[in-house]
């Protein structure tokens, strides 16, 4: 039996010198690949505060400025589970934030840290649909293709 899911999730794209700011998740089916810095919108929270917090929890940087919103989709089938993942993406600036010990409340931090990882580096190997649609962005500009839903069959965690 397939169970069925859908996540939902706001995510930065800060590109500096051909590096992405990525992070590495820790957790969930993007385990130990290379993730955008973002996540799921909190009770009364709308999309920019969402940006706003998960960037910050995830990399330590505050977002400066966004711009050049955009919305996709990707279905991962993983185990008999299928997840429809809705992704929102916002080019984002970003400036080292001072206090370097932020709390969170009542839940886990699923990135283990952020680095700048090069563009050519990453692919379906080391990375999440969601830079894998960033990558396709990048790579085929305005093709109507890039607004099809992309789809992952037996996605494999890595452990």
Known sequence: MTTYKTHFGVYGVCIREEKLLCI???????????????????KFEGLVDTLEREVIE???FS???YSKVRCYDSFIQQDGVIVHHIFVLYNIDIKKENNNQLELLNEVNDSSGSLWVEIEKLNIGNSSPVILKLLQEIENDNSQTLLEVSSYKNWIVKE
């Open 58 to 60: 995830e990399t330590k």
């Open 24 to 42: 590495n998740k820790n957790t969930g089916p993007y385990k130990n690949r290379y993730d955008l810095p973002g996540g799921s919108p909190k």
């Open 63 to 65: 977002v400066t400025e």
